[in-house]
């Protein structure tokens, strides 16, 4: 709208939705038109606001919240919703009734993440719940994958409680196929530093000794027929012979040692299991 004295443009913040409802609410833009009092632009901060309600939070939660640099209104709510929920199933759906929406519900996965890996020892809560979104929507499964691939690729920058937590949590999440196998495609196993030859080694150890023999086959077997997971194969199968078991002979027991070997070579089988065959 150009203002005829001084030349200026000035723009008028007119929603959409007004112009579309012109002919109920009157083009209040427009000099000398009617207006009939229908608000001209939605307060999309007060729905927001009144979204993310989740009641009275001590204040010793809202100043742990500030020290954990919960910085915006959203990640406070869904920071005082882990830190007073009774169980992972009422934080569930606690989370699920703030009613955020897409970058906004990617915090929930974030803040999850972030607790997780701040607490002192590991504690199961974080892990149960990640696994509880991923069931329950594939998009909170992507999200949780290209979170933990940014803390993979950060380990230099993790205290090693962090790292023991997420060692932990990713165990956790293959093990109940929250997650697939395919989530370590993004490590280089040519160019495998010492920090991440720690985590993948904690990792696999935990998921070859804790899964139930056929559970971690089908696990392996998942990976086992996708051409673009070759890689993944080859570099899992070298690490597991050459990485984890050379280490687990020189320092677990005899009867550990023995138990891994066997749980090594049902994974090495399944990952060969549905290989796509060379024709010569």
Known sequence: VHSSGSG????????????LSADQV????????SW???????????????????????SKILELARKQRMNTDIRRSIFCVLMTSEDFLDAFEKLLKLGLKDQQEREIVHVII?????????????AFLANKFCEYERRFQVT???????????????????????????????RTKSLPLSVLKVIEFSEL???KVRFLRQVLSLLLIKTDVEELSDIFVRISDNPKLGMLREGLKLFL????????????????????????????????????????
């Open 8 to 19: 200026k443009e000035t723009q008028l913040r007119v929603s959409l939705e007004s112009l």
């Open 26 to 33: 009157g083009r209040w833009w427009i000099i000398g038109s």
């Open 36 to 58: 009939s009092g229908a608000p001209m632009i939605n307060d999309t901060n007060s729905k927001t606001q009144q979204k993310l309600h989740i009641g009275k939070v001590s």
């Open 114 to 126: 972030y607790c997780c890996l701040q607490e002192k020892t590991y504690n199961p809560f974080y």
């Open 144 to 174: 949780f994958q290209f979170s933990i691939w940014d803390k993979i690729r950060d380990l230099e920058n993790l205290s090693a409680t962090a790292i023991s937590n997420l060692v932990s949590l990713l165990a956790h999440l293959l």
């Open 193 to 195: 530093d010492k920090p």
């Open 241 to 280: 012979t050459h990485f984890l078991l050379k280490n687990a002979q020189a320092q677990k027991s005899a009867e550990e040692a023995s138990l891994l070997k066997e749980r090594v070579e049902l994974a090495t089988k399944a990952l060969q299991a549905k290989e796509p065959k060379l024709k010569l």
